[in-house]
């Protein structure tokens, strides 16, 4: 169980409820060792709050700033310290245990609601250290079945997860091009040469340093290149047809005006003639 604090949840209305959703994940991650050197911080990963929470990875940025803006948690480098509630000396202040995952922030909206403060039950109880607070409130969720339940991360995560693919993967070494790749290219890229854009972005992306260089799906990485591209080779062409337009317009013009100064003279030397004669 994660222990998010009475006093977040009575002023979960200051906030809105996306970001009290994040703020009970960091305080479901938060590390309660008090001779720890990370007490007091959280470090979830994005993924690991969109499991829990819902939310969209995108969005948790934006959810972000609107805790540090009103008070709720502070920064320190890449970890995160949940601070409504939470003595700075580390001490409990009176809270609440709370389940999360998905689906129990998907059903949490009534926290502060007086039609559903009956649905949590409040009562005495020790914790699981034995500590007995009368003020404490236990809010009761049902976890999915057949869901095994996460315990908080309280060791900083390493640099490389288990799962290498989460956070992407340098260039594939060959980076080859399959056939569907070159038929979506002469498709959607017809003005590009597929293979001399394909060798620049190889060696792009190889010379790139550290995490910028990871890529979770490198072919549509390819594909948004050749976009570009393609973008570029369109304007391009339309400056060159306007261009050669323009010159041939100057120049129907340079001939329309000696058409016309030849009629004159042709028109000049009859009136001589008709005069002569």
Not at 7 to 18: L, M, W
Not at 27 to 51: M, Q, S, Y
Not at 140 to 148: D, L, R, W
Not at 242 to 249: D, E, M
Request: hydrophobic fraction near 30%.
């Amino acid at each position: 169980m994660a222990y998010v604090p009475d006093e977040a949840i009575d002023s979960s209305h200051e906030i809105t409820h996306a970001a009290f959703k994040l703020y009970a994940s960091y305080c479901r991650h938060r590390n309660n060792k008090p001779e720890h050197p990370h007490f007091g911080l959280a470090w979830p990963d994005r993924d690991t709050v969109h499991d829990e929470t819902g939310i969209c990875t995108t969005y948790i940025s934006t959810l972000k700033a609107e805790l540090l803006e009103k008070g709720w948690i502070e920064t320190q480098k890449s970890k995160i310290r949940p601070l409504k509630g939470f003595r700075l000396e580390g001490e409990k202040s009176n809270g609440s245990t709370f389940k999360s995952d998905s689906s129990t922030f998907a059903n949490s909206e009534g926290f502060n609601n007086p039609t559903t403060e009956s649905n949590h039950s409040t009562q005495k109880s020790n914790d699981s250290t034995g500590e007995s607070n009368g003020s404490t409130r236990i809010l009761k969720v049902i976890e999915p079945a057949n869901e095994p339940s996460k315990e908080p991360a309280n060791e900083p995560p390493t640099r490389a997860p288990k799962n290498g693919a989460s956070r992407g993967t340098r260039i594939p070494d060959p980076f080859l091009l399959t056939q569907t790749m070159r038929d979506w290219a002469k498709e959607r890229a017809p003005d590009v040469d597929v293979k001399e854009a394909t060798a620049e972005f190889v060696d792009y992306w190889r010379g790139v340093p550290g995490a910028r260089g990871l890529k979770l799906d490198w072919e549509g990485t390819w594909r948004n290149r050749l976009r570009v591209l393609q973008e570029k080779a369109k304007a391009t062409g339309s400056n060159r047809q306007s261009f050669a337009s323009g010159r041939r317009s100057n120049v129907e013009k340079s001939m329309d005006a000696v058409k016309e100064r030849l009629a004159e003279i042709e028109e000049e030397k009859r009136c001589q003639q008709i005069k002569t004669a």
